[in-house]
């Protein structure tokens, strides 16, 4: 076992590794925690402040923490990050954008992260990986990863279209993303209820929850063809009044498709949202397949795809709440590189140390 106290930001991170991992612990399965019901999410915007100048102000304080935060690491030496490989996977089209997938892979090699999950977008990490899935997976599995889930196309976002035709092109670009998606190994495929719009007018809400219905009806049984499971994400907060950013409406939208539906927890549109973000965890149950875990400045609407512990989630809370439900699949990061492409390594590095402490603390 080796041990080191590092200092990032303002609190002194422990980061040990174990030379052997540990099991799933289960603490209640699939039972609601009582006495959780108070959040500790911390949504209320400094007086004064203005959206502009928030965001402004959010982007600035990330940029320095990476400046910090690469100081350390040309200052110390990088933290070492070769890790028992544990149960922790990265999205990596956010984190990595247009660097050198090769170069991206081996950097992962020597992390503590072993799943990736992929995006159907050609023009991402592995441009037109969707074309060649196969040797792609090779390239993957040559590095120690392997690919989770493959999250589908962005033109595959509007399965809620109250446009007929719109709704039915979303369907047929979510379904191209399910025959790569099987070949280059995955387990699970991703998708949105709806697209981002600024405002869901009341007399639309409900309209945008039946198409979303009818799509899922009509991917279930071709996801299933392909052995894939479907994982519909809950949605950011755009207005409160945006159809699938509670738990429960998701749950919804998925009852009685089938075993191999079910949920895409995203921590950051949940806190985006004004939810309580463990709680709706606690909800879903084992009808949890997947995760995106990022963090946000709790502020509503802000989709922000911080690193852990940047923003405003309790994360001690949700990790709890997954031991809780028994969650035991692969837990994927979502966290975004705002700053330069280079900055995707120093990225890693964080959400390293993240991994660690989150893989010692259980
Ligand atoms: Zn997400």
Known sequence: ???????????????????????????????????????????????????????ALSYYTYRFSMIRFRHYVLKEGAVNTTAEKGMYGLSVRPCFGYLDPLRVLEALRTSPFRYLEMTADEGEFFDRWTRQPTGIRKRIEDAGLSVWSVHGPRTGWSLGDLDEDARRDAVDATRTAFKPAAEVGADVVVVHSNKSRDEYPPG???????????????????????????????????????????????????????????????????NSAQKQVANQIRSAGHKLFTLHLNDTSGLIARDDHYVPGDGTIDWSDVLSALDEICFSSPRILEVKNRVEPEAGIALLERLSAVAIRWTKSR
């Open 204 to 270: 639309e809400y409900e309209p945008c929850l039946e198409a979303t219905r009818v799509s899922l009806e009509t991917l279930a049984p071709i996801a299933a063809d392909f052995g894939l499971r479907l994982a519909v994400e809950n949605m950011a907060g755009r207005s409160m009044t945006r159809p699938g950013m509670d738990v429960s409406e998701v749950l919804d939208l998925i009852s009685g498709l089938g075993e191999h539906v079910g949920i895409c927890f995203d921590t950051g549109h949940s």
């Open 1 to 55: 076992m080796y041990s080191r106290n590092i200092r990032l930001w303002s609190r002194t991170v422990k980061i040990t590794r174990m030379k052997t991992t540990r099991g799933t612990r289960c603490i209640r399965p699939n039972t609601p925690s009582a006495g959780t019901a108070a959040g500790s999410i911390r949504a209320v915007p400094p007086a004064g402040s203005t959206e502009r100048g928030e965001r």
